[in-house]
Each structure stands twice: as structure tokens, then as C-alpha cells.
């Protein structure tokens, strides 16, 4: 069955954000190459949306769009004046926003989490949105865990992303939570981006961007990520990168976020998750192909990231039919 996905488009949206749910789920197919969900526009009244980019969106559907939705989304907006200064929304935003079934799946990108924090969707949850304006709203909204250092929050019912970017990771995340990593990763190979950037990531806060004649090391990274099953040390990424180790690991954080070692931990936990979705190999097996070594390290760093054991991960993806949608 379809899922229904309904995006809520409103004044000064942004155009990019606005793209990002039709873009990624649009790419989630199943085995016959039909699509797994269907993703519609719709806009307060149903009239023609004004961007923040200087040009206007025409949608084909109103507000009551919403109450049909198994996935609602607000595309990120840039926020009202009343919104930062004292968490107000406007009063039709707030009806549009009763419209949806309590059952419904609702995300926001970016700072569209103040309008789902108005709306009393994000009472006592984690949440995201831009770091720039984080610190407002756990002030405006302290019923709100705010989470400021991370990519996106999972908080079950709801989920939250930071800025740009951090979308495509929240909705290829939403695809893998759907319908398992194979369909997400080939819908990221579809779209050119990463298959996965864990929510918890930080994001890119202030950092500064490196000097265009560094030499990068993408391109160890992507060696890398095809010897995952090798015991790659520090050392062995500089040589292949031809630095020092301390030069190595300087670029590496600024191009990255991320140490090395943060960066290969979390390499390895994608491939052994693809693995314990995808194969039936031994857990032992899963380890050494992941680059872990043994099934002891590989439960270890899965239960640190995502508090469950390779057992216990298998058994929830692997026991979902690829057409069962969680919500």
C-alpha cells in the first residue's frame, strides 16, 4: 500500500527544503520499481505560495490535505517575526496543524520545529532545528529537549531535522525505518547523496570551511569505505592520503565533523547494519565483514549507538514486510 505523504508549503517557504521529501521518497521503490510513496503539495487555502528564493509555488491542494496524510511534513519557512520573539504562529498555521489525525506521522526540517513546537506536537520530545536558532527554541519552548548538535531527532511520533541538508539524512532515515536499508540506500544512490548519516552526527556549527588548495581526503574515505573488513588504523588513511597523521586527522575534522575514528565507528555500524538487514550471515561473519573483528566489538558499538543488540536489530528489520509502513 502507498503511503500517503502531504507536505505543508507556507509564505516564504524555501524552495530546496521545500524539494527534499519528493526528491528522496520519490526514489524509494519497491522490487517492480513502483514507488512506495506518494508525495503531494499543499498550501493555506490552496492559493499560490510565496518563496523566500522571490518567486511563488502553485500547489494543487488546501489545508484538508492533511487530515488524509500517513506522513505530514512542514518544509522549512523562514520564521515570522512573533514566532522568535515570542512563539506565537499565525492562527491558521495553527488550524491547518489540528487537521492532522493523531496517528498521522508529522516531521519538520529545519525551523519549521518552532511551528510543530506552537502546536504543542513536540511537548515533552527531543527535537532539532538550525543551531543558529536553537538557543530560541528551548527558550521559547522549554517543554522541548532541544538538541542542538545533532542532524535530526527520531522521537517516534515526531521527527525534527536541522538545516538543509540534514533533511535528505532525515528522510532517507525515514526510508530505512520503512522499508529497510536496501531501498534506502538504492534511493540515495538515486539521489547522489550518502545512504547514511547517523541523526546523531554534529552539525556542521561554525566551522570553518578548509583552504580550496588543502588536499581533501574524500578520496580516502572512499578507499576506506571499501576495506571496511581491514583493521584501518590513523596511520593507514594518512599514507594512503600521503600526510602526516596530524595533518591527516586536521583535514579530516574540518571536512568531516568528525574524527576519523568517530568516522570509521560509524562506517562500520552502517555496514553491519546493511548486512544484518540484507543476509543471513552469522553475526561472527557480520563483524569481520564490517571491520569489527569480533561479534563481542560489533554488539558493543551497536548497543552504544542504537541501544540494541545484532540480534535484536536483525529480528525488527528482517521481520518486517517490506510493504509494512511503521509509523
Known sequence: MVHRVVVLALPDVMPFDLGIPARV????????????????????????????????????????ALATADTVVVATQEPTAP???SGTADPATMTALSLIRPDTRVISTCTSAFLLAAAGLLDG????????????????FPQVEVRPDVLFVDAGRVLTSAGAAAGIDLFLHVVRLDHGARVANDAARRCVAAPWRDGGQAQFIQRPTPPVTAAGTGPTREWASRHLDRPLTIADL???????????????????????????????????????????????RIATEAGFGSATL????????????????RRTFRGTPASLVTT
Open 298 to 313: 560489533l554488539r558493543q558499538h551497536l548497543h552504544a549507538t542504537l541501544g540494541v543488540t545484532p540480534q535484536s536489530y
Open 25 to 64: 521518497l520519490n526514489e524509494a521503490l519497491d522490487a517492480d520499481g513502483r514507488r512506495l510513496y506518494e508525495v503531494t503539495t499543499c498550501s493555506l487555502g490552496g492559493t499560490p505560495v510565496p518563496t523566500n528564493a522571490g518567486f511563488r509555488i502553485d500547489v494543487d491542494h488546501d489545508e484538508t
Open 83 to 85: 514566532l522568535l520573539a
Open 125 to 140: 520530545l527531543a527535537a532539532t532545528t538550525h543551531w543558529a536558532l536553537a538557543d530560541d527554541l528551548a527558550r521559547l
Open 238 to 284: 594518512a599514507r594512503h592520503a600521503t600526510m602526516s597523521k596530524r595533518t591527516f586527522s586536521r583535514h579530516f575534522v574540518a571536512e568531516t565533523g568528525v574524527t576519523p575514528v568517530q568516522w570509521l565507528i560509524a562506517q562500520r555500524i552502517d555496514r553491519a547494519r546493511t548486512l544484518l538487514e540484507t543476509s543471513d550471515m552469522p553475526v561472527e
